[in-house]
C-alpha cells in the first residue's frame, strides 16, 4: 500500500457506507474537517448508498417494533455513561468527544497519548507530537495504519505531510517520519496492532516503544 495524501477512494466509499472500523473512521472524519475538499467521494457514497437503498423493496415492521426499539435506548443510556469531552478546543471537531490519556514519552522530542475510546479489537486510536527537527522511531507496522497531520509538517521517502493531509501505511511499508515544521507535528493515527523496529537494534528498542 503505498502513501497518499488522501484517503483512497475505496476507504471513503467505505466511510461514507459506515463500515469502517471506528478507529479508521475517526480519522478519516479528521481529515474531512481539514480538508473538506475531499468531502465529495464521502457525499458521492452516501448518494450510491441512497440510490441502492431507495431500490430496495419495503419490508414491514412487527406491531411492538417501536417498543422494543426504546427498551433498548432506556436500558443502553443505563449502561453507558456520557464519554467525557476534551478540555482542548483546538482539536478537530472529530475528536473533541473523546477523553485523552496522559502524554507518554516515546523517544527524544517525540510523546503520545490515548484517544480514549475509539477501539475495534487491536485498532485503537492515538494522538503523536514530535518536535521540530525530530524523528519517529523507523517502523513498519503489524496492520494498517492510517495517519492524519493536525498541525506542522513531516516528512517520509514520500514527500511531505502537512496539515490535513493523510497517510495510509501497511506492513509493506517502512518509514521513519520526520519533523521538518519549525512548531511540533502532531497528528491523529488509527493503529491496527504494534508499530514493528526493524534490525538488531529495533529487537532490542521493541520492549521500550509501545504505542
Not at 473538506?36 to 464521502?42: G, L
Not at 485523552?100 to 479489537?121: I, Q, S, T
Request: with cysteine.
Amino acid at each position: 500500500m503505498s502513501a497518499r495524501r488522501h484517503p483512497s477512494e475505496e476507504r471513503l466509499l467505505a466511510f461514507a457506507a459506515g463500515t469502517l472500523s471506528v478507529p479508521e473512521a475517526v480519522v478519516v472524519a479528521t481529515h474531512l474537517a481539514l480538508r473538506p475538499e475531499t468531502r465529495a467521494w464521502a457525499e458521492l457514497g452516501e448518494a450510491v448508498g441512497g440510490a441502492m437503498l431507495d431500490d430496495l423493496a419495503p419490508s414491514g415492521l412487527e406491531p411492538d417494533a417501536l417498543d422494543g426499539v426504546m427498551a433498548r435506548l432506556d436500558d443502553a443510556s443505563d449502561i453507558a455513561p456520557p464519554v467525557p469531552r476534551t478540555a482542548d478546543p483546538s482539536l478537530p471537531a472529530p475528536l473533541r468527544g473523546f477523553a485523552l490519556g496522559p502524554w507518554r514519552w516515546l523517544g527524544p522530542g517525540v510523546h503520545v497519548r490515548d484517544v480514549l475510546g475509539p477501539r475495534d479489537g487491536d485498532c485503537r486510536v492515538i494522538l503523536l507530537r514530535i518536535a521540530p527537527g525530530q524523528s519517529a522511531p523507523r517502523h513498519t507496522h503489524g496492520g494498517v495504519e492510517l495517519t492524519c497531520v493536525i498541525e506542522g509538517a513531516y516528512a517520509t521517502e514520500d514527500g511531505v505531510f502537512s496539515r490535513g493531509d493523510f497517510e495510509e501505511a501497511d506492513p509493506n511499508v517502512t518509514h521513519q517520519p520526520r519533523v521538518v515544521s519549525s512548531a511540533p507535528c502532531l497528528c491523529v493515527a488509527a493503529l491496527d496492532g504494534q508499530i514493528v523496529l526493524p534490525g538488531r537494534l529495533g529487537r532490542l528498542l521493541a520492549p521500550f516503544v509501545k504505542l
